[in-house]
């Protein structure tokens, strides 16, 4: 372990600025990295087979986390104040990690075994797609396809508000969009676009034959998906609501769909 004592410390470079959401999308992807934050989010990256590139945790949690000097990489300690003043924020649980990424898979290596999947749309709030990488992992979603405009599902919020599931659950990035979903579509699956339109099915509803190889696509929060994307799409489902209201957000329509299709698993 090493001490820090200059928040300009070369060393800890890569944790520098993490509120700042245009500076880290423009240094982590193009340099291989992405920050996990928390214990427990950092100990599932470990056990995902990511490989870290440093750990900057609070002075007082060293003896805790003595165990992290195995990995082959520096373990760096500071006050908190330090950290602030390093990340930008109060690091409350005192403890980051920054990891080296993986290529990611190709479309049809994602979707190869894959039974069910999940297709978003210009989803770019973080906090929406880490939550969806989360129901997805426990609700029986084999993989998640991003349209090209997506946001980072290995940024710091999302890998957080996800708890660690997005290295649970594979993903891919389709390079055409919607033309890509034609590769979905060959493969075997149903696209079944969620929309509140009024021609819509209620998911519920569906007939076994549509529910068998599922692909869910969810557009963004507040514009939903295109018309370009809907008229890809094989079937329109919505999830009936009551009281006026007319759709859910993102992460917690996903949640739903997701639970529905996978209620008959048995």
């Not at 590139?53 to 609070?58: A, K, M, Q």
């Not at 994307?229 to 993102?250: F, H, K, T």
Request: charged letters at 25%; aromatic letters at 6%; a neutral charge.
């Amino acid at each position: 372990m090493f001490t820090i004592d200059e928040p300009v410390d070369p060393r800890v470079g890569d944790y520098r600025e993490l509120t700042d959401v245009a500076l880290r999308t423009r240094w982590e992807p193009p340099h291989g990295l992405f920050i996990a934050e928390g214990e427990l989010v950092l100990r599932r990256a470990l056990r995902a087979g990511y490989r870290p590139r440093s750990f900057l945790i609070d002075a007082k949690r060293a003896g805790q986390l003595a165990d992290l000097a195995q990995h082959d990489a520096p373990v760096y300690t500071g006050t908190p104040e330090l950290l602030e003043q390093v990340t930008g924020f109060h690091v409350h649980r005192g403890v980051l990690a920054s990891f080296h990424r993986r290529p990611l898979p190709s479309v049809a290596e994602a979707m190869a075994g894959a039974r069910r999947l999940a297709v978003l749309e210009d989803l770019n709030n973080h906090t929406n797609l880490g939550a969806v990488f989360r129901a997805a992992a426990a609700l029986g979603v084999d993989a998640v396809l991003l349209s090209p405009s997506c946001a980072d599902p290995l940024y710091r919020r999302s890998v957080r508000v996800s708890m660690g599931e997005v290295f649970a659950v594979p993903y891919a990035r389709l390079e055409t969009w919607p033309d890509g979903l034609g590769e979905v579509r060959a493969a075997g699956f149903t696209v079944l676009a969620m929309t509140p339109a009024p021609d819509a099915a209620p998911i519920h509803r569906l007939p076994a034959v549509d529910r068998d190889r599922t692909a869910l696509l969810i557009g963004a929060e507040g514009p939903g998906l295109s018309p370009a994307a809907m008229r890809a799409s094989d079937r329109r489902v919505v999830i009936p609501m009551r009281r006026g209201v007319d759709s859910l957000n993102a992460a917690s329509a996903a949640a739903v769909a997701f639970w529905e299709l996978s209620r008959d698993d048995g």
